[in-house]
T-cell receptor, first 118, second 112 residues
């Protein structure tokens, strides 16, 4: 079982370059998320997609765009990379619980993309 | 989402029970308590969650106080592989509202 797969695992960019981080899940989950984690800190939500065709901003969306390509895939794009975006990026997915008002399913995370911007 | 407070670090002897506390004094009635852990630089791993009753699964037990203002994660027989950062998170349940807010967690070190 692959779960949540992120590519690439490592990347080095120069300031101003663009890049797309890929995420795919094989658990048929409706919701997907992008987080970043800076050294010594917890994860911060960048964007999320509650279902196919919808995306919403999280806590730190500036400098990023996302695309929910289909139910399986959720990509994160840096249009013009900046050194402040050096971080580890995690993708996650979860299922919405049965019943319209029940949503307590855990999130499953990928192993991250380590991105350095020089 | 309610704010949580955890000790920054703890040690536990291998084979003993590890008890990780979490304070969430402003928790609301519709907020769940979740625990995740992050081993080294891997992605966070879900451990357990609960609303007001104690919960147990193959990984751990979760004890929530009657007033729900604090909880304890118990790893019954800690091993070296349990060395990780443990995050306590409270989250509102609701359709399409599944955002997690991570703090800095507790760094648990299992001592041989």
């Amino acid at each position: 079982n692959a779960g949540v797969t992120q590519t690439p695992k490592f990347q080095v960019l120069k300031t101003g370059q663009s890049m797309t981080l890929q995420c795919a899940q094989d658990m048929n989950h409706n919701s997907m998320y992008w987080y970043r984690q800076d050294p010594g800190m917890g994860l911060r939500l960048i964007y999320y997609s509650a279902s196919e065709g919808t995306t919403d901003k999280g806590e730190v969306p500036n400098g990023y765009n996302v695309s929910r390509l289909n139910k399986r895939e959720f990509s994160l794009r840096l249009e013009s990379a900046a050194p402040s975006q050096t971080s580890v990026y995690f993708c996650a997915s979860s299922e919405i619980g049965q019943g319209r008002r029940v949503s307590n399913q855990p999130q499953h995370f990928g192993d991250g993309t380590r991105l350095s911007i020089l | 989402d309610a704010k949580t407070t955890q000790p920054p670090s703890m040690d536990c002897a291998e084979g003993r029970a590890a008890n990780l506390p979490c304070n969430h004094s402003t928790i609301s009635g519709n907020e769940y308590v979740y625990w995740y852990r992050q081993i080294h630089s891997q992605g966070p791993q879900y451990i357990i969650h609960g609303l007001k009753n104690n919960e147990t699964n193959e990984m751990a037990s979760l004890i929530i106080t009657e007033d729900r203002k604090s909880s304890t994660l118990i790893l019954p027989h800690a091993t070296l592989r349990d060395t990780a950062v443990y995050y306590c998170i409270v989250r509102v349940r609701g359709f399409g509202n599944e955002k997690l807010t991570f703090g800095t967690g507790t760094r648990l070190t299992i001592i041989p």
